[in-house]
């Protein structure tokens, strides 16, 4: 009888735990597409959700926009933070990130840099891992 019992609640502890999931990953599915629809592009530029993180006070997106000129291939980044209104999410600030901050390799950061409003925040980016 005890082992049932146990058995149930692990099964219900389990399913919150994936339904919890689910929720956030909705959330960044929508959060991407709020971003993607905000960045700008003209004909022959392709553009990609490069990453979603979960802040205190909503999401930060990054999308990359990739495209050619006459001196060849280049990517132009976009920081976004975004929070929730209602049931929709809407861009909160948005800011370019630049190459020196390296998004290729490290978004997060990059992202964080971008939209940094004080020297403090920038330092505070230092410590995040991608």
């Not at 990059?110 to 920038?122: G, V």
């Amino acid at each position: 009888m005890n082992r049932r019992i146990i058995s149930a609640a692990a099964v219900t502890l389990a399913a919150a735990v994936l339904l919890t999931g689910c929720a956030g990953n909705q959330d960044k599915d929508a959060v991407s597409k709020v971003a993607l629809q905000a960045s700008d592009t003209v004909k022959g530029q392709t553009k990609q959700v490069a990453g979603v993180w979960q802040e205190d006070s909503g999401y930060t997106a990054l999308v990359r926009i990739d495209g050619k000129n006459g001196t060849g291939k280049y990517s132009n980044w976009d920081a976004y933070s975004l929070t929730k209104k209602g049931d929709s999410w809407t861009i909160k600030r948005s800011e370019p990130a630049y190459d020196n901050d390296n998004p290729t390799k490290t978004p997060h950061k990059a992202t964080c840099r971008a939209l940094a409003q004080t020297d403090e925040e920038k330092d505070q980016c230092s410590t995040l891992t991608d």
